[in-house]
């Protein structure tokens, strides 16, 4: 199993840019698919951005495309998120995930607590 934990969220203001770390430990980081997803108030949780196993793959949400960077540094076995041009509809909840790059597995199996991102107007 791996372990998950998210960091670098905050109060920023609409334009900034913070980068969240997400640490991984138990396994490393290329043993696994990873995301990162965000979950506002009275919303449902949404995806952000991927990044397959072996960092050959990555994906975006359409919201979030030209804006957001997602990458992981395997020696530090920490994937990030750099998010720049922030808007306040972008403030939620972010949470790293991995998930086995196995084909049958289909669903994000292990996931961290979260880190707040609000962004002020």
């Known amino acids: 199993q791996v372990q998950l934990v998210e960091s670098g969220g905050g109060l920023v203001q609409a334009g900034g840019s913070l980068r969240l770390s997400c640490a991984a430990s138990g396994r490393t980081v290329s043993s696994y698919d990873m995301g990162w997803f965000r979950q506002a108030p009275g919303k449902e949780r949404e995806f952000v951005a991927s990044i397959n196993y072996s960092g050959g793959s990555i994906d975006y949400a359409d919201s979030v495309k030209g804006r957001f960077t997602i990458s992981r540094d395997v020696a530090k076995n920490t994937m990030y998120l750099q998010m720049n041009s922030l808007k306040p509809e972008d403030t939620a909840v972010f949470y790293c995930?991995?998930?086995?790059?196995?084909?049958?597995?289909?669903?994000?199996?292990?996931w961290g607590q979260g880190t707040q991102v609000t962004v002020s107007s």
């Open positions: 995930a991995a998930k086995r790059p196995l084909w049958f597995v289909a669903k994000y199996e292990y």
